[in-house]
C-alpha cells in the first residue's frame, strides 16, 4: 500500500515516466524545461547538460518543453543517507539547482504540466524581434514564467512569440501587457 501511495505521488508531481522509487540508485524522469524557447536552444541545452556530469540526456520533446534525464542519487546527493533517501521535490529541486548553474540561469527544470494539451489556447504575438540570441530569450522570458502560460517559443524567422495558454488562469492581454513591460517593440496592429 505504500509503495503505491508513493507511486502515485510521483505521478500526481508529474515528475516523469518512471514510477521506480527514488532510493533507486538511477532515476529516469520527465520534466518541463523553461528557457528553450526555439528550436537552436536545444543544442544550449545539451552542451549545458555536458557539463553537468552527473546527469545524463535520454531525450527532449521540443514541442511539449520536456526533457527527460537519467541520474544516480547518490552522484546528485554525495552526502545522501540511505536510510532516509531524498523525496521526489528535493530530487527536482537539486536538478533544477545543477542545470540553473550550469546554464547561469538561462534553463530551469519544473514538473511536468497538470494541464491537459486540449485545454490549452495557442497565442500567437507579432514582435519586432532582435537579432540578439540573449534578446529573444528575454522575450520569451517575460510570459514564459507567467500563471498559466504552460510553454512558449519565440520564432525569430516569422517574429512571432507562441504561448500555449490556461485561458481559466491568464489571457491574451496578461501577455500583451508582460511584454510592454519588458519593453519588447510590438507592431502597431
Known amino acids: 500500500m505504500k509503495r503505491t501511495l508513493f507511486h502515485l ?9 518512471s514510477v521506480s522509487p527514488l532510493s533507486a540508485q538511477e532515476q529516469t524522469n520527465t520534466f518541463r524545461l523553461f528557457g528553450l524557447f526555439s528550436p537552436e536552444a536545444q543544442a544550449d541545452f545539451r552542451e549545458v547538460l555536458q557539463t553537468i556530469p ?10 511539449r518543453s520536456e526533457v527527460t534525464l537519467r541520474y ?3 552522484k ?5 543517507n ?7 521535490e528535493a530530487a527536482l529541486k537539486r536538478l533544477d539547482e545543477l542545470v540553473r548553474q550550469g546554464s547561469r540561469g538561462a534553463f530551469s527544470l519544473k ?13 500567437d504575438i507579432k514582435v519586432m524581434m532582435p537579432d540578439c540570441k540573449g ?13 498559466g502560460v504552460e510553454r512558449a517559443t519565440v520564432d525569430s524567422k516569422t517574429s512571432v512569440l507562441t504561448a500555449w495558454i490556461d485561458s481559466g488562469v491568464t489571457k491574451r492581454e496578461t501577455l500583451i501587457e508582460a511584454l510592454k513591460k519588458a519593453r519588447v517593440e510590438l507592431p502597431s496592429e
Open 111 to 123: 514538473p511536468v504540466s497538470a494541464v491537459p494539451a486540449d485545454r490549452l489556447t495557442k497565442l
Open 9 to 17: 505521488a510521483i505521478i500526481l508531481l508529474g515528475l516523469g515516466h
Open 135 to 147: 534578446c529573444r530569450h528575454g522575450i520569451y522570458s517575460s510570459v514564459a514564467k507567467l500563471a
Open 82 to 88: 540511505l536510510k532516509r533517501p531524498p523525496t521526489a
Open 72 to 74: 544516480e542519487l547518490p
Open 76 to 80: 546528485i546527493f554525495p552526502n545522501m
Open 54 to 63: 552527473t546527469v545524463a540526456f535520454v531525450g527532449l520533446d521540443f514541442d
